[in-house]
């Protein structure tokens, strides 16, 4: 698995010398629909490489990569209303569930103080996913005997939000719910700074918890990521 953290890593790095993405840059680096070749590298209790490649003006392809196994890749397509993103991913909970997930969704602007360089903006969180939990019976509630695969298809509804405190700080929050069959159930809520070291480089200090019917899941990261 560090083998190919590694490669990752290297992949992600020459693609993104190489590539250019067209960009306003009026968006923050914390906008979801900012279509822009970027690459960063994170720690919480794992690292995590993560990285995307813009092709052409409209959309861009992402991927997420740690040290533990975890990941997620898929892709994102720019409309006039707001940005559709496509993902799979897998994560292990704190309960030692291994939660893996397919879905489609979308940031959507409702807000956006273009008349105030400090002011709120705020993005709509909305989408269909299908989820799978693996683990143990006594870990998922279940009888021993019993199959140790749960599956749910639901959706997710949230909002995301943007405040600029300084040109050089950015307070970032969100929250979303989640809804599927076989009572499947859960939200996570984070919160945190990106500090704008220059036009295309940041510090990004977030804490993130989630809970579903799986398990739960907590982390305090910090971050570097580079605009290209």
């Known amino acids: 698995m560090t083998q190919n ?6 992949v992600l790095s020459l693609v993104a010398g190489g590539a250019i993405a067209e960009e306003s840059d009026t968006k923050l680096a914390d906008d979801p629909t900012k279509v822009i070749t970027k ?7 794992k690292w995590t490489l993560s990285g995307s490649v813009a092709v052409g003006p409209v959309s861009k392809i992402n991927v997420r990569l740690s040290d533990t196994g975890e990941w997620t890749a898929g892709g994102s397509y720019l409309f006039n209303f707001g940005i559709v993103n496509v993902s799979a991913s897998q994560r292990e909970l704190n309960s030692g569930v291994t939660q893996t997930q397919y879905s489609i969704g979308s940031y959507a602007p409702i807000y956006r103080a273009t008349d105030n360089p400090k002011g709120w903006q705020v993005f709509a969180m909305f989408g269909a996913n299908y989820t799978e939990g693996n683990g143990g019976a006594a870990v998922l509630d279940m009888p021993s005997g019993l199959s140790t695969e749960v599956e749910s298809r639901g959706g997710y509804v949230g909002a995301m939000a943007l405040k600029p405190i300084s040109p050089l700080v950015v307070f970032k929050s969100f929250g979303v719910l989640s809804r599927g069959s076989n009572d499947y159930s859960g ?10 070291l220059s036009k295309r480089d940041t510090i990004n200090v977030m804490a993130f ?8 899941n907590d982390s305090v990261s910090i971050g570097y990521r580079r605009e290209f």
């Open 5 to 10: 953290f590694t490669m990752g890593l290297a």
């Open 39 to 45: 690459v960063g590298l994170s720690y919480s209790d």
């Open 187 to 196: 939200y996570g809520i984070g919160g945190g700074f990106t500090f704008n």
């Open 209 to 216: 918890y989630s809970d579903n019917s799986f398990g739960q």
